[in-house]
């Protein structure tokens, strides 16, 4: 059955002690900061005055205006946070502090649920990602961030545009350290995990017009690094782990850049598809009855064939018993799939979260993108128009409409959405005709009661 979460995790001790031993040396330290008050005090008001000049705390995505949206809360408890002062000086301010803590204290348990990581290597990725923040600006900026965007109302534009910049400063300096970085050559796995941190931070946020320099950018950083074998050697108990990271940043921006943006370039990371490709074409005749019989006829590509394949392989492999502490499904849209390939491709993505670790995460909501995934289905022509398509979309349908956190859809969009396929198809009199459609493609039982609470909600029989 599909749950709604409630409240924080819970909390891991040892963490804890190790997070606030670390803090007290960090307070300990700034008593003999040779910055006096006053001092502070003017660096804010520096901060403000070459703000746009520096274009730290103004980035906006190119072209677009900061009009209103509604976003759903998408994560616990906001951190009583004053915008203005998350970074007053130097590295370790007050709030950037506060919100690298709250992730080591809160985030990381979920995180590690996500990665589907046994107990002895949570720990050794906890006490990893601790060890490189503590030492490294990069990445507790990262963090920082991670934590800061993943607050109620954070991709809010009318939030952005009430606070006068300062919504941006967290992603600014990100950003300023990404840079020094890179600009000392310095290339390595604390520098790929903190741009893909920037990436999915972007990605949250809706500035899909910077999705294709951050794609571009990272290819260029992995070639440097070795290719992707060579990504989290550094850290060799974990290494798979930050290699799945890295596969979850770059699909979910690829996938949203070239659904919002056709006609954008990428680079072909071959090296990735080649890590990914675990399907094997023999396990073609296992596919749903559903999607046998659009194959038959020819309605699906190659590329989508070698990805519903995939998709079966992963789906077959999975434990129901475990599914709260997987890995999702992920793999990088290959060259040749078609605009409707591409939203069934997103689809199969929201599945897999749901039945994965992903689907209690906190940041899981990031990841699905219900309301963004509803909008491709509606607006997808192809599967409206193409009547062999019906049962296909009304199981399209019922996955973006059913995350696994339901608070986080929005009602009325998913109505109309209901509703439209309804007109589509009048003959769906009662929910056992919907069911065994959806039985005709892939299917689970620990999915069935959320589906069918979707569709009861509106069918006139119910």
Not at 19 to 44: F, G, M, P, T, W
Not at 51 to 74: F, M, S
Not at 283 to 298: V, Y
Not at 355 to 362: A, D, F
Request: aromatic share 10%; glycine share 6%; hydrophobic share 40%.
């Amino acid at each position: 059955m599909f749950i709604n979460i409630q409240g924080p995790p819970t909390r891991d001790a040892r963490i804890r002690r190790m997070v606030n031993l670390h803090l007290s040396k960090v307070a300990k330290s700034k008593r003999k900061s040779k910055y006096d008050v006053n001092e502070e005090e003017a660096d804010q008001q520096r901060l403000q005055k070459t703000r746009i000049g520096q274009g730290l705390d103004t980035v906006k995505e190119p072209g677009k205006d900061c009009a209103a949206v509604n976003v759903p809360n998408a994560g616990p408890s906001p951190l009583p946070v004053k915008l203005e002062s998350f970074y007053p000086s130097g590295r370790q301010g007050k709030m950037a502090a506060e919100a690298w803590r709250d992730y080591f204290t809160q985030f990381v348990h979920s995180d590690m649920k996500a990665q589907g990581l046994s107990l002895t290597r949570r720990n050794a990725y906890a006490a990893t990602l601790f060890a490189w923040s503590s030492e490294h600006d990069v990445l507790f900026s990262a963090l920082a961030a991670w934590r800061f965007y993943c607050l109620p109302g954070s991709s809010s534009t009318s939030l952005r545009k009430t606070s006068f910049g300062t919504f941006d400063a967290p992603r600014a300096r990100l950003l300023k350290n990404i840079h020094e970085k890179l600009e000392k050559q310095e290339v390595d796995d604390i520098l790929i995990l903190s741009i893909c941190i920037a990436m999915t931070v972007d990605h949250h946020l809706g500035y899909t017009g910077f999705g294709e320099a951050h794609l571009k950018g990272i290819d260029t950083v992995i070639k440097m690094r070795g290719g992707f074998s060579s990504v989290g050697t550094s850290a060799p108990e974990i290494e798979d782990t930050f290699r799945y990271s890295a596969v979850l940043a770059i699909s979910a921006v690829k996938l949203a850049t070239e659904l919002e943006s056709p006609q954008s370039t990428f680079p072909p990371f071959a090296s990735l598809s080649d890590h990914l490709k675990s399907s094997d074409e023999t396990n073609r005749h296992l596919l749903p009855a559903g999607f046998q019989s659009l194959i038959s006829r020819q309605f699906f590509s190659q590329p989508m064939i070698e990805v519903l394949v995939s998709f079966q392989t992963w789906w077959a492999g999975q434990d129901e018993t475990k599914a709260g502490a997987s890995r999702s499904w992920r793999g990088i849209t290959p060259p040749g799939l078609a605009k409707f390939e591409k939203a069934i491709f997103a689809v199969l993505s929201c599945l897999g979260d749901d039945v994965s670790g992903i689907g209690t995460q906190h940041e899981g909501p990031m990841w699905r993108r219900t309301k963004q995934r509803m909008k491709t289905i509606e607006n997808e022509t192809m599967l409206w128009e193409q009547g062999e398509f019906s049962n296909l979309l009304i199981w399209l349908v019922t996955i973006v409409a059913s995350p696994r956190q339901i608070d986080t859809c929005p009602v009325e969009q998913r109505n109309i959405l209901l509703d439209k396929t309804m007109e589509l198809r009048p003959d769906l009199k009662d929910i056992n005709a919907v069911e065994r459609i959806l039985r005709g493609f892939f299917f689970r039982e620990s999915c069935a009661t959320a589906w069918r609470q979707v569709w009861e909600s509106r069918l006139p029989s119910s």
